[in-house]
């Protein structure tokens, strides 16, 4: 992360991929005039609210079950460091950088409407965070939707906990100080807009969407991979068949394989050789397209979340007429349920996909070495990577749960359905982690099987693919250390993409 590209939010419509290249990049978030504008216009309420003594729920009263306790002017600086430190109790392993900062991402995009009556200075503190590379570490778990996870960020505010600051770990209070920052001030409503809304399960979201993106781009070209090697009847890709489905994803997966396979002798000479192949070759575009289905409806529902304003209260009006609102946006329904069902997409991808690895070790129906190295016996060869992907296939079917089924009662009565979004959000980027070891598996084995069959006969994507995969990994000739083979592979799929059918891939950022 060591971009100075200036990025600006405020003026439109935000997508998934503008939360990623700043999570990851370390690009220099801004926001517009109209934002900030629009944030002052929303403190000025709050202000009045304060000079006037009037009463509004989270402004001066206190929170949840206790939201019929007023409180008095001099109490709400307290009340919002307090709710910090009472709301930072997550425990478990910490998130990564580009998690947190996707959180903090998320996080910006909602007070930027301006209707959540945060200090200006607070939001310009979490822009600080980003853009010095001070990344708050965050516990995993504790969220059963939102709270816990952005109060480790608001604590880092104000100089409380532990960061993450070029290379180390060091104290909030150490690495604002050396960035030339002071702990931010914080006033009334402050801590609990810090902890309210949906920024850490839609900022998770925003991640997974990029995870399974690539996944959804790699599962084609290592499918096209294992059709080839397994000499698949290329007939059930005819463009006028896969048209009789409406699904425009159905035709774009049918269409990818055609072109990766354009050119291949293997496909020409195995042309009617068995009438049909197994489900898990000649269901590829309706598998994959379906789903690619999956992913649009998720990244609709996402980006939905990601452009909402989502705090509780809410700030509305002027202050010649206001409004604040408890009301429920903070309740992550519909992120939750789009992580949950493309936990279940990504679980599907990484289940056909070892359904034909596991064709390519078997020689009963691959009509190529057993487990693919030339002398079975004294040599196991690829027998046990299928294991592997057989027991990450297990796992993804758990993770493919729905969380959002899980339901508990919180803040005695007060919230008493969750969403469990974050939850979703999180075992959806664990899954996609799996599925990236899956397909690398496949990647390896269908790789092997085109050496065995001749590889100058391949197509020119899937040519091209293995290309890509023997400047990291050589073809096996004797058992050797399978492990760093399957990594290698993966961090090809992680990074590496095939953006032309015509020429061989390059990096990631050129896709």
């Keep these: 992360m060591t971009t100075t590209e200036q990025v600006m939010w ?16 370390g690009a220099h978030l801004q926001l517009s005039e109209a934002a900030w504008q629009r944030i002052d216009a929303a403190r000025e309420i709050v202000r009045l609210i304060v000079a006037e003594g009037q009463i509004a729920y989270g402004i001066n009263t ?54 959540s009556g945060i200090s200006p200075v607070v939001v310009q503190g979490l822009l600080a965070l980003l853009n010095h590379g001070i990344t708050p570490l965050i516990p995993a ?49 402050d801590g609990l807009s ?67 396979l354009t050119g291949s002798e293997i496909i020409a000479r195995a042309k009617g050789v068995r009438t049909q192949d197994a489900l898990s070759l000649r269901s590829i575009p309706q598998i994959h397209g379906a789903c690619r289905d999956q992913f649009d409806h998720a990244v609709r529902q996402i980006e939905t979340e990601l452009n909402a304003a989502t705090d509780n209260p809410l700030v509305l009006g002027t202050t010649a007429n206001w409004r604040v609102v408890s009301q429920a946006n903070p309740h992550g329904q519909s992120v939750a349920m789009a992580a949950d ?46 294991y592997v992907a057989a027991s990450l296939c297990g796992e993804n079917r758990q993770l493919a749960q729905p969380a959002v089924l899980d339901n508990y009662v919180t803040s005695g009565l007060q919230e008493d ?12 980027l664990k899954l996609a982690e799996n599925t990236y070891q899956i397909l690398a598996i496949e990647y390896l084995l269908a790789a092997q099987a085109l ?14 693919a293995w290309a890509m995969l023997r400047e990291q990994v050589a073809v096996w000739q004797e058992d050797r250390w399978l492990a760093p ?10 990074t590496r993409c095939l953006f032309s059918w015509r020429r061989c891939a390059g990096p990631a950022s050129h896709c």
């Design 62 to 115: 206190g929170l949840g079950a206790l939201c019929n306790i007023t409180l008095a002017e001099d109490q709400l600086s307290q009340l919002s460091r307090n709710t910090l430190m009472s709301h930072a109790c997550g425990v478990g392993p910490k998130l990564n950088e580009v998690q947190a900062r996707a959180i903090i991402c998320a996080a910006i995009a909602n007070y930027s409407h301006g209707k």
């Design 141 to 189: 778990q504790g969220s059963v939707g939102y709270l816990t996870h952005m109060a480790h960020v608001g604590l880092a505010l104000i100089g409380i906990g532990n960061v993450s600051y070029r290379g180390e770990t060091v104290t909030a209070a150490q690495a604002l100080a050396s960035a030339g920052l002071s702990p931010c001030p914080l006033g009334a409503k």
């Design 485 to 494: 083979e399957i990594e290698k592979a993966a961090e090809v799929i992680k």
């Design 341 to 386: 069902v493309l936990a279940i997409a990504l679980a599907e991808i990484g289940s056909v996909a070892e359904r034909r690895l596991d064709r390519l070790i078997n020689p009963l129906v691959s009509g190529l070495p057993a487990f693919l190295v030339a002398q079975p016996g004294v040599n196991s060869g690829m027998m046990i990577a299928q």
């Design 451 to 464: 050496d065995f069959l001749g590889v100058d006969n391949a197509g020119e994507g899937t040519t091209c």
């Design 417 to 428: 359905h969750l969403s469990m979004g974050t939850n979703a959000a999180l075992k959806l």
């Design 194 to 260: 810090l902890v309210n809304g949906t920024p850490c399960m839609t900022g998770l979201a925003c991640l997974a969407l990029g995870e399974a993106s690539r996944l959804l781009d790699w599962a084609d070209v290592t499918g096209a991979m294992s059709f080839e090697a397994l000499r698949g009847q290329i007939a059930a890709f005819d463009a006028e068949i896969l048209a009789l489905k409406e699904s425009e994803n159905v035709q774009v997966v049918g269409e990818r394989l055609r072109q990766l």
């Design 10 to 25: 405020g003026d439109s419509r935000l997508h998934w991929q503008e939360v990623v290249k700043v999570a990851k990049s």
